[in-house]
């Protein structure tokens, strides 16, 4: 059973870009959650993917959005980067959306926004 | 709105010390309880979980106990490795929300010394 996984590893970007994050969920899973990691904090929840439709959104900008595919993997855009955009963002998958469900997070996308 | 806290670290043990760290929750329903660690360089791993009023999460060593009387969730070790190092989280998922979105405390840093 192959588990989250993430791509790319590491990010570095300038102030206005744009930048696509990729996530891949476990075998299994139909729901995809993205969270926000600065440093030296707690991860906060940007969004929720379930059977792709957007299933709850944490107190984040329109211009971070998202996907989820077919196969349940899932996109997280940012537009109009800004430098407190610089995190890790983590990606979680689970069987489904009851807080009962544990939820599995792959490795995280290590962006820096110069 | 929903929100956790925890003791602030770095907490710095000598091996085969008593771990503990307080964790206690703010939220509207009646939430699942999580501990999560994060080793150097690495996405989150779930440590122990709990669902309900007095049910105790356990592995590896650790043990937590969730007390809706006290709104806590301190997560505790007889004897610490320094394998042990890492950052540790306290997170809560609330069944009144929609979704199953995790909301995490900021973090305590466990630092065992050999």
């Known amino acids: 059973e192959t588990g989250v996984t993430q791509s790319p590893t590491h990010l570095i970007k300038t102030r206005g870009q744009q930048v696509t994050l990729r996530c891949s969920s476990q075998?299994?899973?139909?729901?995809v959650s993205w969270y926000q990691q600065a440093l030296g904090q707690g991860p906060q929840f940007i969004f929720q993917?379930?059977?792709?439709?957007?299933?709850g959104r944490g107190n984040f900008p329109p211009r971070f959005s998202g996907l989820q595919f077919p196969n349940y993997s899932s996109e997280l855009n940012v537009n109009a980067l800004e430098l407190d955009d610089s995190a890790l963002y983590l990606c979680?998958?689970?069987?489904?959306?009851?807080?009962?469900?544990?939820?599995?997070f792959g490795p995280g996308t290590r962006l820096t926004v110069l | 709105g929903n929100s956790v806290t925890q003791m602030e670290g770095p907490v710095t043990l000598s091996e085969e010390a008593f771990l503990t760290i307080n964790c206690t929750y703010t939220?509207?329903?009646?939430?699942?309880l999580f501990w999560y660690v994060q080793y150097p360089g690495e996405g989150l791993q779930l440590l122990l979980k709990?669902?309900?009023?007095?049910d105790k999460g356990s592995n590896k060593g650790f043990e937590a106990t969730y007390r809706k009387e006290t709104t806590s969730f301190h997560l505790e070790k007889g004897s610490v490795q320094v394998s042990d190092s890492a950052v540790y989280f306290c997170?809560?998922?609330?069944?009144?929300?929609?979704?199953?979105?995790?909301?995490f405390g900021a973090g305590t840093i466990l630092r065992v010394k050999s």
């Open positions: 993917y379930y059977r792709e439709e957007e299933n």
């Open positions: 979680a998958s689970s069987e489904g959306t009851s807080s009962y469900n544990e939820q599995f």
């Open positions: 709990a669902t309900k009023a007095d």
């Open positions: 939220a509207t329903g009646y939430p699942s």
């Open positions: 075998s299994g899973h139909n729901t």
């Open positions: 997170a809560l998922s609330d069944p009144m929300e929609y979704g199953n979105k995790l909301v």
